[in-house]
């Protein structure tokens, strides 16, 4: 037992243990909010509008009569779903895009594409994050699946400019020539050599774009770009809400402490990867 406590301090430091617990609650809230939710997220129900807390309403109802709390259960699934499938596509293909642009910098022969690919990256990085989802989001509208795109677009760019940073250092070492020479193909050698020596920069990346994805989606709900209503997310509830914050505050403020919680998860399980495994996250802030 000791042994294996000793292991996950090798693995992560303990603000990212604590951060990777938060995180864990609220996937645990997030996937049994079916069954733990007291009423529909969505029908509304005008005879209980603007109550505060109570037994039967443990955070009050917002305006049109739906408890607080179960939107807040669900508003869970809706930004953990979202973000995650947004950061694991914008990660894993920036990674493997930064692996490759890395490797063909060191020939001759493809040199071009490395610099093709990082000019198109610089002009991607250009744009603020939130102007560039708001583009996306006003030519191909709102949903689910458009979000998901959008975010990966968005945030894609950086990936490949910290995960290259990082492939550069060993796209030079002997293994990676000498699985050149031996007549490897290029995706192998990404595949092989350099993928696992930097997997702990795309774990902290993955952590890091996780949760700059939560609060960029929120945001644009929060804007009436996002989530469509009666959808249950946070970012729409503190804007529907927000008029009324002095009649019903937790209609505002409980989904506004979950975001919260949920950010400062994702920020000190990325803190406490980037510690235990030597990454620098000043660069991958630069990046983005």
């Known amino acids: 037992m000791r042994g294996r406590l000793r292991h996950m301090k090798t693995l992560i430091s303990t603000s990212g243990l604590i951060g990777l617990v938060i995180v864990a609650v609220q996937a645990v809230l997030a996937l049994l909010a079916p069954l733990i939710a007291p009423y529909s997220p969505i029908v509304p129900d005008p005879l209980s509008s603007l109550e505060g807390p109570s037994p039967a309403h443990l955070l009050g109802t917002d305006s049109l009569g739906r408890d607080v709390l179960s939107r807040v259960l669900y508003g869970g699934r809706y930004?953990?779903?979202?973000?995650?499938?947004?950061?694991?596509?914008?990660?894993?293909?920036?990674?493997?895009i930064g692996c490759y642009v890395a490797l063909v910098s060191a020939t001759r022969r493809h040199a071009w594409l490395d610099e093709a690919v990082m000019r198109v990256v610089d002009a991607v990085l250009s744009v603020p994050s939130i102007l560039a989802l708001l583009v996306v989001v006003s030519v191909l509208g709102t949903g689910a699946p458009v979000i998901i795109l959008a975010a990966t677009v968005v945030y894609c760019p950086a990936v490949i400019?910290?995960?290259?940073?990082?492939?550069l250092s060993v796209v030079t070492l002997d293994y990676v020539t000498s699985a050149r020479s031996r007549g490897e193909s290029s995706w192998a050698i990404v595949r092989r050599e350099i993928w696992p020596n930097v997997l702990d920069v795309v774990m902290v990346e993955f952590a890091m774009r996780a949760s700059w994805i939560v609060l960029l989606i929120s945001a644009l709900s929060f804007l009436g770009f996002g989530a469509n209503p009666p959808t249950p997310d946070w970012g729409l509830m503190i804007a529907e809400n927000r008029t009324a914050l002095a009649v019903i505050p937790w209609a505002t403020v409980a989904p506004i402490i979950a975001l919260a919680a949920l950010i400062i998860g994702f920020n000190l399980a990325a803190d406490g990867l980037a510690k235990a495994?030597?990454?620098?996250?000043?660069?991958?802030?630069?990046a983005a």
């Open 79 to 96: 930004a953990l779903g979202l973000s995650l499938s947004a950061a694991a596509l914008a990660v894993g293909i920036g990674a493997l």
């Open 277 to 286: 495994r030597g990454v620098d996250r000043a660069l991958a802030a630069g």
């Open 161 to 167: 400019r910290v995960v290259r940073a990082a492939a």
